[in-house]
């Protein structure tokens, strides 16, 4: 995975805006009025919440980003207005006069919820024209990507209209939903249901292939390009139309607290489609967005620096020359981590600059390398009986040195397809004049949503040209 440049996306946000409440503090007794603990209060603070959460996610990641809702004439409609100029999001609010600021206040105590007392009415017949007249002069400033944060509390009553809105002016739509009515979100390009919001209009699923049948059947059913079904500790489930799934594990490390990772998710996701990136490498950063986000306590998000460093490898376990079996478990363990594995294979026989650029450029493809190597008797029966020069443990001693390969393993197959099935690479990689559906194991590798790509070598360097120089006339 890499991390895109945010700073020149621009997204627009809709939906129900909130103001989130902590007030915390310590609990030395309990009530002699009633059997209840008496919090003795010592901080008070208020973060944006609902649909200003999911724009304070993209701004926090730089994206250019405006928000639209309704909030009271009241103070936490003021305090909701102030936070979002402190953040520099920029907002086109309506006020209601008989609505007041939809408001939870959380009482915690050494970082446990003890209370949460809501403050709200249903958003009722109220004209929403006004909504959509301010939301089609923002899609015209240059938007790329329209975020509907549906938390079912009456913003979004026509939100048929704004999808469509959107959609004719060609521009991605992607919903975060609460309502049970799905039909509502035809035609979205992308919606974010977590596993029980999903059940509730599906039905329980009992494993992963029902929970796959489903949700493939909504995606067609309600015309939507994909569906992200966020999993908990399981992690996310990618459906996209024409592609296999895409499940991602988990990337959290401490789950503290689980407010506002939904919208931590939406918000990275649509930072990334409005940087162009690929739908399924904007999955893996909301994935590793989720699991920095629910270590933290209260409704939080994350920052560049933040997933700036858990994209960042560590040293990889068991580095440099491996056997299959422990390769194989030492591969899984890294795509557990949200790894992206790049593999290729060859005889590299003579290492050469050719081949350190294309290993260079593979590498550059992922987060590890795997390099497979032909052994000595696979190399004779491909080349001839005058090869390998150097013994397989030379050319697997001399690959692991590089640093841009993390581990090396052989195979005595003349291809090593069986291997590359066995470890399901991320990508994999081919050099020369290669067409990527003749590549080896290319079936295996695409059948579980990887890529097979074929990388141009180095002009004019090449194994047995070296050795012929070498020899010189005959």
């Known amino acids: 995975m890499r991390l895109p440049s945010f700073t020149k996306a621009r997204v627009a946000v809709v939906g129900d805006v909130m103001l989130d409440r902590y007030w915390s503090g310590l609990v030395a007794r309990i009530s002699p009025e009633a059997p209840v603990p008496v919090v003795h209060i010592q901080d008070v603070h208020d973060h944006l919440g609902g649909a200003a959460n999911v724009a304070l996610n993209l701004a926090q990641l730089g994206v250019q980003v405006s928000l639209s809702g309704v909030i009271g004439r009241d103070e936490a409609g003021h305090t909701v207005t102030q936070l979002l100029a402190r953040h520099g999001i920029s907002n086109a ?17 050494q970082h446990q919820q003890l209370l949460r007392l809501d403050f709200e009415q249903p958003l009722r017949d109220w004209d929403s024209r006004a909504l959509e007249d301010t939301l089609s002069a923002r899609l015209a400033t240059g938007v790329e990507v329209l975020v509907l944060s549906d938390y079912a509390k009456g913003t979004l009553q ?3 209209r704004l999808i469509a809105l959107a959609r004719a002016r060609g521009i991605a739509v992607l919903v975060d939903p609460k309502s049970r009515d799905f039909s509502r979100y035809r035609q979205a390009t992308l919606v974010t249901p977590n596993r029980a919001e999903f059940e509730a209009v599906v039905g329980h699923c009992v494993d992963e292939h029902s929970l796959s049948e489903r949700g493939e059947a909504l995606r067609a059913a309600m015309h939507w390009p994909a569906l992200l079904i966020t999993l908990g500790e399981r992690g996310m489930l990618l459906l996209r139309e024409h592609q296999p799934p895409l499940c991602l594990p988990t990337q959290a490390r401490e789950v503290f607290d689980v407010t506002g990772a939904g919208d931590t998710v939406i918000a990275v996701l649509a930072a990334c489609l409005a940087c162009g990136e690929d739908l399924a490498d904007g999955a893996r950063l909301a994935n590793l967005a989720a699991g920095i986000v629910v270590g933290k306590l209260g409704t939080a998000g994350v920052c560049v620096a933040e997933l700036q460093a858990a994209l960042r490898p560590p040293p990889a376990p068991h580095c440099g020359i ?3 079996a422990t ?16 593999m290729t294979n060859g005889c590299f026989d003579i290492l050469h600059a050719g081949h350190v650029q294309y290993l260079q450029q593979a590498k550059a493809l992922g987060d590890r390398l795997v390099v497979a190597v032909n052994d000595d008797a696979s190399v004779q029966r491909l080349k001839g009986a005058t090869r390998p020069v150097h013994s397989l443990a030379q050319r697997m001693s001399i690959l692991s040195a590089l640093a841009c390969v993390d581990w090396v393993t052989a195979f005595s197959e003349d291809t090593p397809e069986a291997l590359i099935c066995a470890l399901c690479p991320d990508v994999l990689v081919k050099g020369g004049d290669y067409r ?5 194991g290319g079936d295996c590798v695409r059948r579980h949503g990887g890529q097979v790509i074929v990388l141009d070598f180095l002009p004019g360097h090449s194994t047995t040209a070296l050795i012929d120089k070498i020899r010189g006339p005959a």
């Open 93 to 109: 609010l309506l006020t209601h006069p008989q609505h007041p600021t939809i408001t939870k206040l959380r009482i915690l105590s």
């Open 158 to 160: 026509e939100v048929s």
């Open 322 to 324: 491996l056997d299959q």
């Open 327 to 342: 390769l194989q478990s030492t591969v899984a363990d890294a795509k557990a981590r949200g790894e992206r594995i790049v």
């Open 436 to 440: 990527p559906e003749h590549i080896a």
